[in-house]
Protein backbone atom coordinates (compact mmCIF):
# COMPACT_ATOMS: atom_id res chain seq x y z
CA UNK A 1 0.00 0.00 0.00
CA UNK A 2 1.20 3.90 -0.55
CA UNK A 3 0.59 6.53 2.06
CA UNK A 4 0.32 9.53 0.05
CA UNK A 5 0.51 13.23 1.72
CA UNK A 6 0.42 16.90 -0.24
CA UNK A 7 2.38 19.88 0.09
CA UNK A 8 2.38 23.55 -1.84
CA UNK A 9 -1.25 24.41 -1.66
CA UNK A 10 -2.24 28.11 -0.97
CA UNK A 11 -3.23 31.28 -1.96
CA UNK A 12 -2.58 33.48 -5.43
CA UNK A 13 -3.92 35.98 -7.74
CA UNK A 14 -5.04 34.63 -11.13
CA UNK A 15 -2.39 34.21 -13.67
CA UNK A 16 0.00 33.14 -11.12
CA UNK A 17 1.37 29.98 -9.96
CA UNK A 18 2.08 26.84 -7.62
CA UNK A 19 3.35 23.76 -7.98
CA UNK A 20 2.12 21.07 -5.63
CA UNK A 21 4.29 18.10 -4.25
CA UNK A 22 2.80 14.73 -2.80
CA UNK A 23 5.48 12.28 -1.05
CA UNK A 24 4.46 8.47 -1.06
CA UNK A 25 5.30 6.36 1.49
CA UNK A 26 5.76 3.00 0.21
CA UNK A 27 8.50 0.12 -1.18
CA UNK A 28 6.62 0.20 -4.88
CA UNK A 29 6.07 3.56 -5.67
CA UNK A 30 7.24 3.31 -9.14
CA UNK A 31 4.67 0.63 -9.44
CA UNK A 32 1.78 2.45 -9.35
CA UNK A 33 0.06 5.28 -11.60
CA UNK A 34 -0.40 8.51 -10.05
CA UNK A 35 -2.60 11.25 -10.51
CA UNK A 36 -4.20 15.05 -9.43
CA UNK A 37 -7.72 15.23 -8.78
CA UNK A 38 -9.36 18.59 -7.77
CA UNK A 39 -12.41 19.53 -5.78
CA UNK A 40 -14.40 22.68 -5.91
CA UNK A 41 -16.35 23.75 -2.95
CA UNK A 42 -19.94 21.44 -3.38
CA UNK A 43 -18.65 19.91 -6.34
CA UNK A 44 -17.40 16.09 -6.94
CA UNK A 45 -13.88 15.67 -7.41
CA UNK A 46 -12.58 15.93 -11.07
CA UNK A 47 -9.72 14.36 -12.74
CA UNK A 48 -6.88 16.96 -13.31
CA UNK A 49 -3.62 14.78 -14.47
CA UNK A 50 -2.49 11.68 -14.49
CA UNK A 51 1.17 10.12 -15.55
CA UNK A 52 2.16 6.38 -15.71
CA UNK A 53 4.73 4.69 -13.82
CA UNK A 54 7.73 5.25 -15.79
CA UNK A 55 6.53 9.22 -16.45
CA UNK A 56 7.34 9.10 -19.73
CA UNK A 57 3.19 8.64 -20.40
CA UNK A 58 1.16 12.17 -19.14
CA UNK A 59 -2.95 12.77 -19.72
CA UNK A 60 -4.82 16.08 -18.80
CA UNK A 61 -8.00 17.36 -18.17
CA UNK A 62 -8.97 19.32 -21.05
CA UNK A 63 -9.83 22.32 -18.94
CA UNK A 64 -5.54 22.27 -17.58
CA UNK A 65 -4.05 21.43 -21.08
CA UNK A 66 -1.25 23.85 -21.54
CA UNK A 67 -1.29 25.16 -18.09
CA UNK A 68 -0.67 21.96 -15.89
CA UNK A 69 2.09 20.08 -16.02
CA UNK A 70 2.30 16.34 -14.28
CA UNK A 71 5.76 15.29 -13.09
CA UNK A 72 7.38 12.20 -10.89
CA UNK A 73 10.73 11.47 -9.39
CA UNK A 74 10.34 7.75 -8.66
CA UNK A 75 14.03 7.83 -6.91
CA UNK A 76 12.59 10.43 -4.47
CA UNK A 77 9.02 8.81 -4.50
CA UNK A 78 7.29 11.96 -5.50
CA UNK A 79 5.03 13.49 -7.88
CA UNK A 80 4.62 16.94 -8.50
CA UNK A 81 1.82 19.24 -10.17
CA UNK A 82 3.41 22.84 -11.71
CA UNK A 83 0.17 25.09 -12.25
CA UNK A 84 0.38 28.00 -14.06
CA UNK A 85 -1.63 30.66 -15.62
CA UNK A 86 -3.96 29.99 -12.20
CA UNK A 87 -7.52 30.84 -12.95
CA UNK A 88 -10.15 31.16 -9.91
CA UNK A 89 -11.94 28.45 -11.16
CA UNK A 90 -9.34 26.15 -10.19
CA UNK A 91 -9.53 26.66 -6.62
CA UNK A 92 -10.54 23.72 -4.63
CA UNK A 93 -8.80 20.83 -3.05
CA UNK A 94 -6.49 19.07 -4.75
CA UNK A 95 -5.85 15.51 -3.74
CA UNK A 96 -2.57 13.26 -4.95
CA UNK A 97 -3.70 9.79 -5.94
CA UNK A 98 -1.96 6.43 -6.50
CA UNK A 99 -3.38 3.59 -8.93
CA UNK A 100 -2.06 -0.25 -9.00
CA UNK A 101 -1.89 -0.39 -12.50
CA UNK A 102 -0.40 0.08 -15.80
CA UNK A 103 -3.08 2.10 -17.37
CA UNK A 104 -3.85 5.73 -16.60
CA UNK A 105 -7.12 6.55 -14.95
CA UNK A 106 -9.41 9.46 -15.62
CA UNK A 107 -11.93 8.71 -12.29
CA UNK A 108 -11.25 8.46 -9.23
CA UNK A 109 -13.14 5.16 -9.34
CA UNK A 110 -9.91 4.35 -10.92
CA UNK A 111 -7.59 5.00 -8.19
CA UNK A 112 -6.46 2.99 -4.96
CA UNK A 113 -5.03 5.30 -2.65
CA UNK A 114 -5.60 9.11 -1.72
CA UNK A 115 -3.77 11.97 0.10
CA UNK A 116 -5.64 14.16 2.52
CA UNK A 117 -5.49 17.19 -0.13
CA UNK A 118 -4.05 20.58 0.21
CA UNK A 119 -5.83 23.75 -0.57
CA UNK A 120 -5.46 25.78 -3.93
CA UNK A 121 -7.41 29.80 -4.14
CA UNK A 122 -6.88 31.49 -6.81
CA UNK A 123 -8.50 35.06 -6.16
CA UNK A 124 -9.46 37.62 -9.06
Known amino acids: QVQLVESGGGLVQAGGSLRLSCTAS????????MGWFRQAPGKERDFVAA????????YYADSVEGRFTISRDNAKNMVYLQMNNLKPEDTGVFYC?????????????????WGQGTQVTVSS
Open 26 to 33: GHTFSNYV
Open 97 to 113: AARNSYVLGRTTHDYDY
Open 51 to 58: ISRSGSTT
